[in-house]
Protein backbone atom coordinates (compact mmCIF):
# COMPACT_ATOMS: atom_id res chain seq x y z
CA UNK A 1 0.00 0.00 0.00
CA UNK A 2 3.11 2.47 0.93
CA UNK A 3 4.59 1.99 -2.69
CA UNK A 4 1.22 3.00 -4.47
CA UNK A 5 1.26 5.99 -2.60
CA UNK A 6 4.51 6.71 -3.57
CA UNK A 7 3.81 6.02 -7.20
CA UNK A 8 1.03 7.95 -7.43
CA UNK A 9 2.87 10.68 -5.45
CA UNK A 10 5.43 10.34 -7.87
CA UNK A 11 2.47 10.98 -11.24
CA UNK A 12 1.64 13.89 -9.21
CA UNK A 13 4.90 15.29 -9.41
CA UNK A 14 5.60 14.45 -13.23
CA UNK A 15 2.52 15.56 -14.23
CA UNK A 16 2.76 19.13 -12.41
CA UNK A 17 6.32 19.14 -13.49
CA UNK A 18 5.66 18.70 -17.21
CA UNK A 19 2.61 20.22 -17.35
CA UNK A 20 2.82 23.96 -15.13
CA UNK A 21 6.54 24.26 -15.30
CA UNK A 22 7.07 27.50 -17.46
CA UNK A 23 9.39 27.19 -21.57
CA UNK A 24 11.89 28.30 -19.61
CA UNK A 25 12.11 25.67 -17.23
CA UNK A 26 10.55 22.87 -18.88
CA UNK A 27 11.87 19.23 -18.32
CA UNK A 28 13.08 18.62 -21.44
CA UNK A 29 15.55 21.69 -21.39
CA UNK A 30 19.16 21.14 -21.25
CA UNK A 31 19.72 23.22 -18.53
CA UNK A 32 16.93 21.78 -16.18
CA UNK A 33 18.53 18.88 -13.20
CA UNK A 34 15.17 17.50 -12.52
CA UNK A 35 15.58 13.98 -12.67
CA UNK A 36 19.06 13.83 -13.66
CA UNK A 37 21.34 11.43 -12.47
CA UNK A 38 23.68 13.56 -9.82
CA UNK A 39 24.48 11.27 -7.31
CA UNK A 40 25.74 7.64 -7.10
CA UNK A 41 25.74 5.74 -3.89
CA UNK A 42 27.81 2.71 -3.16
CA UNK A 43 27.52 -0.11 -0.54
CA UNK A 44 28.71 -2.97 0.22
CA UNK A 45 31.85 -2.65 -1.21
CA UNK A 46 35.47 -4.19 0.01
CA UNK A 47 37.40 -5.03 -2.12
CA UNK A 48 36.58 -2.76 -5.08
CA UNK A 49 37.05 1.47 -4.42
CA UNK A 50 34.16 3.39 -4.72
CA UNK A 51 36.62 5.64 -7.13
CA UNK A 52 36.96 3.09 -9.45
CA UNK A 53 33.17 2.12 -9.61
CA UNK A 54 31.83 6.20 -10.08
CA UNK A 55 34.54 6.44 -12.89
CA UNK A 56 33.47 3.50 -14.77
CA UNK A 57 29.79 5.26 -14.38
CA UNK A 58 30.95 8.33 -15.69
CA UNK A 59 28.57 8.50 -18.46
CA UNK A 60 25.37 7.52 -16.36
CA UNK A 61 25.95 11.08 -15.09
CA UNK A 62 22.69 13.60 -15.95
CA UNK A 63 21.00 11.27 -17.61
CA UNK A 64 17.38 11.09 -16.89
CA UNK A 65 16.95 8.22 -14.13
CA UNK A 66 13.60 6.84 -15.32
CA UNK A 67 15.80 5.33 -18.37
CA UNK A 68 18.64 4.16 -16.83
CA UNK A 69 18.65 0.19 -16.69
CA UNK A 70 20.47 -2.08 -14.16
CA UNK A 71 22.08 -3.62 -17.59
CA UNK A 72 23.16 0.03 -18.25
CA UNK A 73 24.98 0.00 -14.92
CA UNK A 74 25.78 -3.56 -14.32
CA UNK A 75 27.44 -3.85 -17.66
CA UNK A 76 30.36 -1.45 -17.52
CA UNK A 77 30.85 -2.96 -14.39
CA UNK A 78 31.70 -6.10 -15.15
CA UNK A 79 35.40 -4.70 -16.33
CA UNK A 80 36.35 -4.25 -12.50
CA UNK A 81 38.09 -7.30 -10.88
CA UNK A 82 36.20 -8.30 -7.87
CA UNK A 83 32.90 -7.51 -9.42
CA UNK A 84 29.97 -10.27 -8.93
CA UNK A 85 27.17 -8.61 -9.46
CA UNK A 86 25.03 -5.74 -7.94
CA UNK A 87 21.48 -4.37 -6.74
CA UNK A 88 20.28 -1.26 -7.65
CA UNK A 89 18.06 1.22 -6.63
CA UNK A 90 16.71 4.32 -7.61
CA UNK A 91 16.34 7.20 -4.76
CA UNK A 92 13.78 9.97 -6.67
CA UNK A 93 14.71 12.99 -7.76
CA UNK A 94 18.58 11.98 -9.04
CA UNK A 95 20.49 9.78 -6.89
CA UNK A 96 21.21 5.90 -7.82
CA UNK A 97 22.04 3.35 -5.22
CA UNK A 98 24.00 0.58 -6.02
CA UNK A 99 25.11 -2.25 -3.98
CA UNK A 100 27.72 -4.41 -4.78
CA UNK A 101 28.65 -7.96 -4.35
CA UNK A 102 32.35 -9.10 -5.05
CA UNK A 103 33.79 -12.46 -5.77
CA UNK A 104 36.40 -13.46 -2.97
CA UNK A 105 39.82 -13.91 -3.20
CA UNK A 106 40.54 -17.95 -2.53
CA UNK A 107 44.24 -18.45 -3.27
CA UNK A 108 47.59 -17.17 -4.87
CA UNK A 109 47.74 -18.67 -8.00
CA UNK A 110 51.50 -19.42 -9.48
CA UNK A 111 52.17 -19.85 -13.14
CA UNK A 112 56.22 -19.80 -14.43
CA UNK A 113 57.48 -16.66 -12.78
CA UNK A 114 54.01 -14.54 -12.88
CA UNK A 115 51.82 -14.21 -9.36
CA UNK A 116 48.00 -14.07 -9.69
CA UNK A 117 44.99 -14.22 -6.79
CA UNK A 118 42.36 -16.60 -8.01
CA UNK A 119 38.64 -15.47 -6.89
CA UNK A 120 36.29 -17.83 -6.09
CA UNK A 121 34.94 -17.41 -9.64
CA UNK A 122 38.74 -18.93 -10.97
CA UNK A 123 39.46 -15.54 -12.29
CA UNK A 124 42.62 -15.23 -12.21
CA UNK A 125 43.76 -11.02 -10.97
CA UNK A 126 47.09 -9.68 -11.35
CA UNK A 127 48.89 -10.14 -7.27
CA UNK A 128 49.24 -6.65 -5.78
CA UNK A 129 50.87 -7.27 -2.23
CA UNK A 130 48.00 -6.34 0.29
CA UNK A 131 47.86 -7.60 3.69
CA UNK A 132 44.42 -9.19 3.20
CA UNK A 133 45.83 -11.93 1.02
CA UNK A 134 48.70 -12.55 3.35
CA UNK A 135 46.97 -16.00 5.08
CA UNK A 136 45.47 -17.18 1.93
CA UNK A 137 47.06 -20.54 0.59
CA UNK A 138 49.28 -21.33 -2.48
CA UNK A 139 48.32 -23.63 -5.29
CA UNK A 140 50.74 -25.19 -7.94
CA UNK A 141 50.28 -27.05 -11.16
CA UNK A 142 49.34 -26.07 -14.86
CA UNK A 143 45.61 -26.11 -14.97
CA UNK A 144 44.89 -26.18 -10.92
CA UNK A 145 43.40 -22.46 -11.54
CA UNK A 146 40.73 -24.21 -13.26
CA UNK A 147 39.99 -27.28 -10.77
CA UNK A 148 40.81 -25.46 -7.72
CA UNK A 149 37.55 -24.10 -6.82
CA UNK A 150 35.52 -27.24 -7.10
CA UNK A 151 38.29 -29.16 -5.46
CA UNK A 152 38.12 -26.84 -2.25
CA UNK A 153 34.32 -26.87 -2.42
CA UNK A 154 34.48 -30.86 -2.32
CA UNK A 155 36.89 -30.51 0.56
CA UNK A 156 34.79 -28.35 2.95
CA UNK A 157 31.70 -30.67 1.82
CA UNK A 158 33.76 -33.62 3.70
CA UNK A 159 34.60 -30.90 6.50
CA UNK A 160 38.04 -31.15 5.81
CA UNK A 161 39.50 -28.40 8.04
CA UNK A 162 40.85 -26.19 4.72
CA UNK A 163 42.67 -23.41 7.22
CA UNK A 164 45.45 -25.68 8.13
CA UNK A 165 46.42 -25.46 4.19
CA UNK A 166 49.40 -23.94 3.34
CA UNK A 167 49.93 -25.29 -0.90
CA UNK A 168 47.95 -26.95 -3.14
CA UNK A 169 49.28 -28.92 -5.91
CA UNK A 170 47.59 -30.01 -8.55
CA UNK A 171 48.91 -32.81 -11.16
CA UNK A 172 47.91 -33.55 -15.34
CA UNK A 173 46.61 -36.70 -14.23
CA UNK A 174 43.89 -34.72 -11.99
CA UNK A 175 44.81 -35.43 -8.26
CA UNK A 176 46.26 -33.16 -5.74
CA UNK A 177 48.99 -33.25 -2.63
CA UNK A 178 47.74 -31.19 0.02
CA UNK A 179 50.65 -29.53 2.12
CA UNK A 180 49.64 -28.62 5.54
CA UNK A 181 50.72 -25.74 7.70
CA UNK A 182 52.36 -28.13 10.42
CA UNK A 183 54.33 -29.87 7.27
CA UNK A 184 52.06 -32.71 6.78
CA UNK A 185 51.56 -33.93 3.22
CA UNK A 186 48.71 -35.93 1.86
CA UNK A 187 48.79 -37.25 -1.14
CA UNK A 188 45.05 -38.09 -2.83
CA UNK A 189 43.84 -40.24 -5.51
CA UNK A 190 42.50 -39.56 -9.01
CA UNK A 191 39.40 -41.76 -8.49
CA UNK A 192 37.42 -42.47 -4.92
CA UNK A 193 38.56 -38.50 -3.57
CA UNK A 194 35.72 -38.02 -1.36
CA UNK A 195 36.70 -41.22 0.36
CA UNK A 196 40.20 -40.30 0.77
CA UNK A 197 39.47 -37.21 2.07
CA UNK A 198 37.46 -38.41 4.64
CA UNK A 199 40.49 -41.19 5.52
CA UNK A 200 42.94 -38.59 5.51
CA UNK A 201 40.97 -37.00 8.33
CA UNK A 202 40.41 -39.76 10.29
CA UNK A 203 44.48 -40.68 10.10
CA UNK A 204 45.52 -37.16 11.32
CA UNK A 205 43.30 -37.28 14.35
CA UNK A 206 44.72 -40.81 15.03
CA UNK A 207 48.22 -40.53 17.72
CA UNK A 208 49.91 -43.06 15.62
CA UNK A 209 50.24 -41.25 12.78
CA UNK A 210 51.55 -38.32 14.64
CA UNK A 211 54.73 -38.74 13.35
CA UNK A 212 54.45 -39.31 9.97
CA UNK A 213 55.36 -36.50 7.16
CA UNK A 214 53.85 -37.97 4.46
CA UNK A 215 50.29 -39.76 4.19
CA UNK A 216 50.49 -41.63 0.89
CA UNK A 217 46.32 -42.08 -0.58
CA UNK A 218 47.00 -42.76 -4.02
CA UNK A 219 46.45 -46.32 -4.05
CA UNK A 220 43.20 -47.81 -3.47
CA UNK A 221 42.94 -49.69 0.22
CA UNK A 222 46.03 -48.87 0.65
CA UNK A 223 48.04 -46.73 3.05
CA UNK A 224 51.97 -45.57 2.62
CA UNK A 225 53.63 -43.48 5.60
CA UNK A 226 56.36 -41.86 5.52
Known amino acids: MIKFYRIFLLLIVLIFSTTFVSKEHNLTSKNNNLFKILDIEILNNHLIKKDIIKEKLAEIYNKNIFFISREDIEKPLKQINFFKSID ?128 DLRVQDKIIVE
Open 88 to 215: VKKKYPNTIIIKVFETKPVAIFYKKSNKYLLDSSSKLIKFEDNNKFKKLPNIFGEEADIKFVNFISNLKKNNFPTDKIKSYYYFKIGRWDLHLIGGKIIKLPYLNVDNAIRKSLELLERKDFQNYKII
